[in-house]
C-alpha cells in the first residue's frame, strides 16, 4: 500500500527537476537583433468637415444639430434630437479626401444605437455636398461593416467631397429614450476588408 | 541515393512557391488602414408640432398617442338625386298656369291658354326671350339655390320656339336649359347674367301630346 503511495510523488518530483533544469537553459541566453522602424506622420487625407447644417436649429427649443470635429479633423460627434415619426437631417457634415489619390472606406458600427422596436436610424453618405447617389447606407442599429464584406470598400476619389445624412423613424406607440452609436469612418488605399484593430 | 537528390525538385518547388506566394501577399500585407471615430447621439424629444381634431362634423379624426399621426375620414352624407315629380317637360302643362306648388317671382307669368303662346313674351325670372319657373321646394338637398324649373317659350316646336327644363339658380338668375323645339332640335343652353349660350343641340327629335 505504501509503496503504491509512493510512485506519484517520486514521478512528479522528477517532472519539476526537468522543467527548472530546462527552463534555466532558456533563460540563460539571449540574442538581439536590431530592427529600426521609422515613422513619419503625415497629415490625414480624409477629414471630417462640418455640413451646411451643422450646428443649425434642431427639434425642441434652443437644440441644435450638434456637430464637433475633432482638431485634426479625424473624428466626429454627432448630437441629433429626433422626434416622433420621421426625421430626415440633411449635410450634417462632410467626408473630404484631401490627397491625390482615391481611399477606400468601410463604416464599422461597434455599438449599435437603441431605439424602440420598429425604429429606423441610418447614416447616408453620398457622394456629393448635394444632390448625388448614395455610396454607404449605414444602418446605426446593427454592429457590422458596410460594405458588408465580400463587398469592397467604396473609393473616394481623390479631391472628393461627400455629404453625410442621417434618417431616424421612431414609431409613435414607443417611449424613445436618448442612445448613441459608436462608429468608425476605415480608409485605406487598397480596397481590402478592414481588420479588426487589435485591443 | 543522396537525400538532396531526392528532395531537390520539391525543394525548387517549395522555393518557387514561397516566392510566387511573397508577391501575391506583398500587397494584402503593405495595406495600412486608418480608424476615424464617429459617434452619432440621439436625443428624442417630444413632437413641437402635433396634430388636433377640429371636430367637424361628418369629419372623422384618429390621432395617433403622441399626436403625430392621423387617420382622417370624410362622410359624404349627401347622395346627389334628381327627382322630377312633375310632368314638367310637356309644354301643355302650363298652358293654363302653373302646377300646384310651383311658384314664379311673376305670378303674372303663367296664366296663358292652350293655343297660344304661354303669354307669348312673358317675363317671369330671366329675359325676355326665356322664361323660367321653379319648384318651391328645392330638389338637391345641400344647396338652397338649385330648382329644376320648366322653360317654357312656346307651344308650338316650330322655329323659334322651345319646351323643356331648366335647372335654375335662383340666387343668382342664372340656369341651364335642355329644350326641345326650334325645328324638333334637343337644345341645350347654358345661360349666364341673361346672355345664353348654346352648348349642344341634337335635330330630328319631337314630342308627344301627354295623354
Request: with cysteine.
Amino acid at each position: 500500500m505504501g509503496a503504491r503511495l509512493k510512485k506519484p510523488a517520486l514521478a512528479q518530483s522528477v517532472a519539476l527537476a526537468i522543467a527548472i533544469i530546462l527552463s534555466y537553459a532558456f533563460a540563460s541566453v539571449f540574442v538581439y537583433y536590431p530592427v529600426t522602424v521609422n515613422l513619419s506622420p503625415v497629415n490625414p487625407p480624409i477629414k471630417f468637415i462640418g455640413g451646411s447644417n451643422a450646428n443649425q436649429s434642431d427639434l425642441g427649443g434652443s437644440n441644435t444639430i450638434g456637430v464637433i470635429i475633432g482638431p485634426n479633423s479625424t473624428s466626429l460627434t454627432l448630437y441629433l434630437h429626433p422626434t416622433i415619426q420621421h426625421n430626415y437631417y440633411r449635410d450634417v457634415s462632410r467626408i473630404e479626401n484631401t490627397d491625390s489619390k482615391a481611399y477606400y472606406i468601410t463604416v464599422r458600427v461597434n455599438t449599435p444605437a437603441g431605439l424602440p422596436s420598429g425604429s429606423v436610424a441610418r447614416l447616408l453618405i453620398y457622394d456629393a455636398p448635394s444632390g448625388g447617389s448614395i455610396a454607404i447606407d449605414v444602418n446605426l442599429l446593427t454592429t457590422e461593416d458596410t460594405p458588408t464584406p465580400p463587398a469592397s470598400p467604396v473609393a473616394i476619389p481623390a479631391g472628393a467631397v461627400w455629404r453625410i445624412d442621417l434618417y431616424i423613424l421612431i414609431p409613435e406607440d414607443s417611449d424613445p429614450s436618448g442612445t448613441y452609436a459608436e462608429i468608425q469612418l476605415i480608409y485605406s488605399p487598397s480596397d481590402e476588408t478592414p481588420p479588426e484593430v487589435p485591443p | 541515393m543522396k537525400w538532396y537528390r531526392v528532395k531537390k525538385p520539391f525543394f525548387i518547388s517549395s522555393l518557387l512557391l514561397l516566392i510566387l506566394s511573397s508577391i501575391l501577399l506583398t500587397p494584402v500585407f503593405s495595406s495600412v488602414f486608418t480608424y476615424n471615430p464617429l459617434v452619432a447621439s440621439l436625443q428624442p424629444v417630444p413632437p413641437p408640432i402635433v396634430l388636433q381634431d377640429p371636430s367637424i362634423p361628418g369629419v372623422s379624426v384618429s390621432l395617433g398617442s403622441e399626436r403625430a399621426s392621423a387617420s382622417i375620414t370624410v362622410s359624404l352624407p349627401y347622395s346627389y338625386s334628381l327627382v322630377i315629380s312633375q310632368d314638367v317637360i310637356y309644354y301643355t302643362t302650363f298652358d293654363s298656369g302653373l302646377p300646384t306648388n310651383w311658384v314664379d317671382p311673376d305670378p303674372t307669368c303663367w296664366g296663358g291658354s292652350t293655343t297660344a303662346w304661354v303669354r307669348g313674351s312673358i317675363t317671369c325670372n330671366a329675359n325676355s326671350t326665356y322664361e323660367v319657373a321653379y319648384y318651391n321646394t328645392p330638389i338637391v338637398s345641400n344647396t338652397s339655390t338649385f330648382y329644376v324649373g320648366a322653360y317654357v317659350r312656346s307651344n308650338n316646336l316650330g322655329g323659334g320656339r322651345y319646351v323643356g327644363i331648366t335647372l335654375y339658380d335662383r340666387a343668382t338668375g342664372n340656369y341651364y336649359i335642355a329644350a326641345i323645339g326650334n325645328g324638333n332640335r334637343l337644345n341645350i343652353l347654358r345661360c349666364v347674367d341673361g346672355s345664353c349660350d348654346l352648348k349642344a343641340f341634337a335635330t330630328g327629335l319631337g314630342l308627344q301630346p301627354n295623354t
